[in-house]
């Protein structure tokens, strides 16, 4: 049983809740899902007053963005953002930080978030949103692809669909890689340099900034083993096979991306986690009514970049919401079906 909302981390108006979701070989394994409500007239007058918002993070991530949070709650919509097991808020001692060996394990954490919002498979007034950033964008569409018509729009901040390195790279590595991740799933991962995108935040000044919460966020990253890459590959391996998350997606990317191999000021204005260009063309494969918007000098998360693209990109995603899901939902039924 979910324990009761209690005050959390970011302070008020936030709120948290474990979801609990049984034992593994680490231990206890839980979820975390936090909540921002929106204040009285939002619910009375906001145009999107009947949707729920889920978000879900990235790889050696949690969620700490406020103001995503409220730009929702500004339109009347409820928010509520999942730290998935084993990070952020969820991540327990002993336990390895973010491991899983395939995505579909996330199924559990996605189902006790739904069931606590009220979204568990009954006909429900509210409409839901999905909006996930880089690996929980991938999380997501292979999620609403196995549950069409669960969620109303699909919303996707720089998600990871592809490799780096690209189609013909992932192909290649993937069978070494799947054979390695039986054999030794936890094995030590090589030496990454991953700190130029930590660094290119701290200029903007975007990184979250409380003490004690280096952990679910090192500048480093995450050790990135075996299992877990080899559970990623299988998910751009469906991607590329195409699916259909059986709703409207909007997907927004930075205009370009820049290597981080060293540093170099572009790193504050463009992706330098992954190759926009093969995402943009990956996202073409993932339904039947996909927009993609380009924000020119965002970073990997647009959320938290300079404050003129990030104003961008808040504007992009707020008339997109707005106009997609002001629809009459008779129409967007119609349409549903008539794309299946």
Known sequence: MAEPWIPDVLGA?????????????????????????????????????DVDVLYVHGWSDYFFQAELAQSWNDLGARFYALDLRKYGRSLRDGQTPGYVDSLDAYDADIA???DAIGHDGEPRSR????????????????????????????????????????ALARQAIAPLLRAHARVAPLSAPPAIELSTYARAQREIGSLPTAEGRERWRPAEAFAILPGWLNAVLAGHQRIAAGVDVGCPALVLLSARSTPPFRWVDELTSSDSVLTVDDIARAATRIGSVVTIARIDRAIHDVFLSWPEPRAEAYGVMRAWATATLRAPRSAGLRSRRASA
């Open 13 to 49: 108006p936030f709120e948290q809740r474990t979801l609990p979701l049984g034992d593994d070989a680490e231990g206890q394994v839980v979820a975390t899902l936090v909540r921002r409500l929106p204040g009285w007239g939002q619910r009375m007058l906001g145009p999107l007053r």
């Open 112 to 114: 006790a978030a739904l």
């Open 127 to 166: 409409r839901l949103v999905l909006l996930g950033h880089s690996t929980g964008g991938l999380t997501l569409t292979l999620w609403a692809a196995r549950h069409p018509g669960v969620a109303a729009a699909l919303i996707l901040n720089s998600p990871w669909l592809e490799l780096q390195t690209g």
